[in-house]
């Protein structure tokens, strides 16, 4: 009837023992099942990205400016391709310029060939009265 009985000392020892017992096998077997899902989650990646290709970067960027909207933000404006768009603009504005004011400035106009004239004249009744 008076077995013997264990310290409350000697009691807890053991419980905290088996514990940490316990313990360590949850985390060898957590660690065990995450290395497992790890290079399951790596291959099926990499047969993602087989798959998919450069198309990532693209869903990436839509999927920032569907986040930017949402959040409410506003898109920022190309200023590059702007400035780029003015500039090449201007040197193609000075360009037909300088070569307009080139072609203007010429003394002698371009002469018609006498052959082309009379044949001009000879045909449209408007210039020549005696086809009239």
Known sequence: M???????AHR????????WENLVSAVDSAGASTRSASKR???YL?????RVGSGTKEARARA??????L????????????AAA??????????????????MSR????????????DALAGDPLLNPSRR
């Open 41 to 43: 989650a790596a291959g």
């Open 71 to 82: 959040a409410g933000r506003r898109q920022s404006r190309p200023w590059g391709w702007l």
């Open 107 to 118: 003394q002698d106009p371009l002469e018609v060939p006498n052959s082309l004239a009379d």
């Open 46 to 50: 990499d047969d993602t990205t087989n």
């Open 12 to 19: 807890a020892e053991r419980i905290a023992g088996q514990a």
């Open 2 to 8: 008076f077995g013997k009985q264990e310290s409350r």
């Open 64 to 69: 920032s400016a569907a986040f930017d909207a």
């Open 86 to 103: 003015t500039l090449v603009g201007a040197a193609l504005g000075w360009a037909a310029t300088t070569f307009g004011r080139k072609a």
